[in-house]
Nanobody, 122 residues
């Protein structure tokens, strides 16, 4: 079955760094774009960053541009999010996601991990 397992969250001081990982299994990781989302307490889930299947193109929310870097290792079926210069407002549960059209099943697939908590606090 499909699994997306995030790790790497934790408590960090403002200005610090964390690297999140998302280990993927159950579908052809290298065939699809991937994304990171986050959901802060009391707020809606928001898109943080996306990366194309070959890693050649990335996009970021304005709030994280210049501080976060999304990357992937298709040989390891793993997605990453390097987070630098963390701010209090980056506190959230971070989720990895893959959403694509399955041409064999003729349906859209939308896979989520269970999330990893990032807390930025002094």
């Amino acid at each position: 079955q499909v699994q997306l397992v995030e790790s790497g969250g934790g408590l960090v001081q403002p200005g610090g760094s964390l690297r999140l990982s998302c280990a993927v299994s159950g579908f052809t990781f290298s065939g699809y774009a991937m994304s990171w989302y986050r959901q802060a307490p009391g707020k809606e889930r928001e898109l943080v960053a996306t990366i194309t299947r070959d890693g050649g193109t990335t996009n970021y929310a304005d709030s994280v541009k210049g501080r976060f870097t999304i990357s992937r290792d298709n040989a390891k079926n793993t997605l990453y999010l390097q987070m630098n210069s963390l701010k209090l407002e980056d506190t959230a549960v971070y989720y990895c996601n893959s959403r694509f059209y399955d041409v064999r099943a003729l349906m859209t697939r939308n896979y989520w991990g269970k999330g990893t908590l990032v807390t930025v606090s002094s």
